[in-house]
């Protein structure tokens, strides 16, 4: 069993900063993405960056210099530092893996979602 645990979100002003932290745990073999997606309320779930093991990037062009996305392989851990904050970035915030298991299975895993909200 694999398991997503995220941490880091909160309450913040615009033009604030927030820093998220994924960690992986359980039976790993290895991890290919890592990423975050959010879901603000009404709206679907959305990608926000993704990052793979390589270190190869994906991310929104609405969050573009101002999110940046990191990974230390050796945690499986994932961070996605959030600068210029404005209040359209108010979501839940999911992490999400790609992970190969013990047995060998390709499990796409999600986190319990974290909330951002950002006022004006």
């Known amino acids: 069993q694999v398991q997503l645990v995220e941490s880091g979100g909160g309450l913040v002003q615009a033009g604030g900063s927030l820093r998220l932290s994924c960690t992986a745990s359980g039976s790993i073999v290895s991890i290919s993405v890592m990423g975050w997606y959010r879901q603000a309320p009404g709206k679907e779930r959305e990608l926000v960056a993704t990052?793979?093991?390589?270190?190869?990037?994906n991310c929104a062009d609405s969050v573009k210099g101002r999110f940046t996305i990191s990974r230390d392989n050796a945690k499986n851990t994932v961070y996605l530092q959030m600068n210029s904050l404005k209040p359209e970035d108010t979501a839940v915030y999911y992490c999400?893996?790609?992970?190969?298991?013990?047995?060998?299975?390709?499990?796409?895993?999600w986190g319990q979602g974290t909330l951002v909200t950002v006022s004006s």
């Open positions: 990052m793979t093991s390589g270190g190869s990037t």
């Open positions: 999400n893996a790609g992970v190969r298991d013990v047995l060998y299975r390709y499990l796409g895993v």
